[in-house]
Structure formats: C-alpha cells, structure tokens
C-alpha cells in the first residue's frame, strides 16, 4: 500500500467554501443539527463525482444534506441513519408537500390554537424527563401542539409539522442554549412554544413552496429518494448498486447524537431508555467492547498510544476503528465497480494522542478494495465548526473549560474508486 503523508498535504481553498450560507438553501434550515454536513461540500463532489444515472448513497444521512442536494441535481438516492429524529428529519426535508395543501393544514393549527385550554393539559404524563427539561406550562403547549399534529392523517403533512416541533423543542426547554451537551440553564427564559412554532413553521413553509417550485419545474419531484432506519456497518442497500457514496462518517469523539435528540426522542416515543438507545450509535462513548486490536496498522499504533494513558479511552477507540472497518466493507459492497466513495472526515486529540481518523479510515478502504484517487485538505470556516476542544476527551467545550485547547479546524475530502 503506498503511503501518503496527509500532514503534507496543503489546503485546497477552492474546497473552503468561504462566506457560503448554502445551510440557509432550499430544506436545509428546517431543523437544527450539530456539525451540519456543508450543502456547497456535497454539491461539488455530486457535480464532479456522479452521472445523472448514479444512486447516490450516504451512509451516515444526518439531517439529509446529501439526499437534498441528490434531489436537486435529479440523482436517486438513498440514506441510512440509525437515529429516528435523523430519519424522520431527512424525510421532510427531501419530501416538499404541495403547499397549497400545506398552508390549509397551518392555518387549521392555527385556528386550533385559539382553542388551547391548559387545564385539559395539567399534570399528563409524558417521560419523567419531559419534567426535568420543560416547566408545566411549556409542557403542556407541547403536548397540545404534539395532539394536534398527530391528528392529521396525511402522513408527510403530519411529519412536516412535527419536524417544526422538534426543532423548536430546546428553545423551548430548559436546555442551557449554546451546548451540545445536556446541561440545565437556571437563568434561562424558555420561549413560548405557540410563538417559536408559528414562527419556525411559516419559514419552512416558505422552503417548501420553493424546493417543490424548483423540483416540479425540472421535473426531479418524483425523483428516488428513500431514508432507512437501518445500521451503516450492515444495510439492506443491494449489492453494486451505488453509483457513489458521498457521506461524513461521525468523529470518533462526535457529539452524542442520541443526547443531543432526547427531546424529540422522548416526546415522541421513539425511546424509554437514553442509555440503551445511545449503544447502537458508532463513535459514542457508551458503546465499549473489550477488543484491543484493530487490523488497521495506523489504528493500532493510536490505540497502543492510548493504552498506555487510559485503559479504558482505547477500548473506545479501538471499538470506533473496528466499527468503521465494517462501514468500509459494507461500503465496498454497495458500490458499483467504477463507483466512488467520497469521504469526508477530520482528525482530532485526546488525552495528548492525535486521533488521525482520515488516515486510518483511508487504510481501511485501500485494505478492502479499493483505489485511490485523490485526497483533499480543506479548512473549515470557524463560523462552522466550533474550534474549542476538551484537552481529554477531544470533545467540543467552551472557552470557561479550564482543560480547554483552540484548534485550528481543518478536515479531509478521501475520493476512492472501486
């Protein structure tokens, strides 16, 4: 295998994407998402990457970014994630509703909020954690609005809606605003979820009028797009049938995504138990086998690094490298002979040990067929990225964290054929 030095490569500016808003574009606002995958990033590898025959595949679908912008350049395409607010989010965004039939329904809710009578609403049971998060009388507008959505019987209409509610639901709560991580704010004032709803609502509308105008208009409304609630390291995906897989595999020290969506996941039933829920995902701190080797020579170098600073920190990591290893091989199964994968990963520290993610997952796919055909530097703009990071855990955390380091953020763009 020929070595590439990745500390070598130089920035790629035309990669950098500066002073962009292409989050603000077409669905992509609809519901927030930490380490949103960047909109112009995806268009760039669809345009240079694809054919308008390919099926375009993302392993790791988020908040569906790739499947938007699949959508809008008329290309299939189909989406995994193992997180129901991440698929019930992803479906929405790539599913514009007719929005005469749209702007009916809202104006309906908003008839039906005249209507609100908390007492019907005091003391309902919910999840004990609704209590923890929200005060009674925010819980009980929840609640209303969650009914009342629920009353609809179009299916993606109802989805529309409840995609509204789950992204005004932190606001809303006691959640401290600017964290990812889990943590009540005492001071805070949590917004009136009748206002953050109305608000958030007519500017999803306004997306969707204009996603639906542009799709109808090139005729891609019917264009294949499917999410699946489904594990990335084994899917239902047939076998060469990817014309390319665009996706951003999670960070071995990624957010805890099954946290950060707990609102939603509790309101609306999609999880009891935080902790069971958090042990399916790749990359999170919950999920901990006790195998130490990885067939990776550069995972194992790391994990070998580690050991000798904590124990139980490379257990982690080793499980992450593993995990991935199986992403690649159910990557090399997808893809088309011909077909490209293009990853995009950064690396990271912990506990003074440099986390070079790309580079192993780059052996990894070389390891199990494929070619190489470029490697990108790029630097992400700080309004991006938070670029603050826990000095032991390499977690994002804020400037008060006394165990704080600045880094400067930069990550790789891995382009591999089969």
């Keep these: 295998m020929r070595y590439v030095n990745f500390e070598n490569i130089k920035v790629s500016p035309e990669w950098c994407f500066k002073n962009v808003r292409s989050v603000e574009q077409w669905t992509h606002g609809y519901h927030r998402y930490p380490?949103?995958?960047?909109?112009?990033?995806?268009?760039?590898?669809?345009?240079?990457?694809?054919?308008?025959?390919?099926?375009?595949?993302?392993?790791?679908?988020?908040?569906?970014?790739?499947?938007?912008?699949?959508?809008?350049?008329?290309?299939?395409?189909?989406?995994v994630d193992i997180n129901p607010v991440a698929e019930l989010i992803t479906k929405v965004k790539t599913n514009p509703v007719e929005p005469v039939t749209l702007n009916k329904y809202f104006k309906c809710i908003v008839d039906t909020l005249e209507k609100y009578d908390a007492l019907s609403y005091e003391?309902?049971?919910?999840?004990?954690?609704?209590?923890?998060?929200?005060?009674?009388?925010?819980?009980?507008?929840?609640?209303?609005l969650y009914n009342t959505i629920l009353s609809i019987k179009k299916c993606l209409v109802q989805d529309f809606f409840l995609v509204s509610l789950s992204h005004?639901?932190?606001?809303?709560?006691?959640?401290?605003?600017?964290?990812?991580?889990?943590?009540?704010?005492?001071?805070?004032?949590?917004?009136?979820p009748f206002s953050a709803f109305l608000l958030h609502t007519k500017q999803m509308l306004k997306k969707n009028e204009e996603f639906y105008s542009y799709l109808k208009e090139n005729k891609y409304l019917d264009t294949k797009c499917e999410i699946k609630l489904e594990d990335a390291r084994g899917t239902s995906i047939d076998t060469n049938s990817a014309g390319a897989i665009i996706t951003s595999p999670p960070y071995v020290t990624s957010y805890e995504y099954a946290d950060i969506h707990q609102l939603t996941a509790y309101w609306y039933d999609y999880v009891t138990n935080l902790a069971g829920f958090r042990q399916k995902f790749i990359g999170t701190f919950y999920s901990l086998n006790q195998k130490m080797e990885c067939n990776s020579r550069n995972a194992q170098k790391i994990v070998n690094e580690l050991q000798t600073k904590d124990e139980r920190t490379a257990k982690e990591v080793a499980n992450y490298f593993n995990d991935m290893e199986a992403v690649g091989k159910e990557m090399y199964r997808i893809v088309r002979k011909g077909g490209h994968v293009c990853i995009v990963i950064g690396d990271t520290t912990i506990k003074d040990v440099k986390i070079k993610s790309a580079e192993v997952f780059y052996e990894i796919l070389k390891s199990v067929g494929f070619k190489r055909d470029t490697v990108i530097k790029r630097s992400i703009p700080h309004k991006?990225?938070?670029?603050?990071?826990?000095?032991?855990?390499?977690?994002?955390?804020?400037?008060?964290?006394?165990?704080?380091?600045?880094?400067?953020?930069?990550?790789?763009?891995?382009i591999l054929k089969k």
Excluded at 63 to 69: F, I, Q
Excluded at 396 to 405: E, G, I, M, P, S
């Design 35 to 79: 380490a949103k995958f960047l909109p112009n990033l995806v268009k760039k590898l669809i345009e240079e990457q694809t054919t308008k025959d390919d099926t375009i595949v993302d392993l790791f679908a988020g908040c569906g970014t790739t499947l938007v912008e699949s959508k809008i350049h008329g290309r299939a395409s189909i989406g």
């Design 123 to 144: 003391n309902k049971v919910v999840h004990e954690r609704i209590d923890y998060w929200f005060t009674s009388e925010n819980k009980e507008k929840i609640a209303f």
């Design 168 to 192: 005004i639901l932190k606001n809303c709560s006691r959640w401290l605003q600017s964290s990812t991580k889990p943590q009540i704010d005492p001071n805070k004032k949590a917004v009136d």
């Design 384 to 414: 991006l990225m938070p670029t603050i990071r826990d000095k032991d855990s390499g977690k994002f955390t804020k400037l008060d964290n006394a165990n704080h380091k600045l880094v400067y953020p930069e990550e790789y763009i891995l």
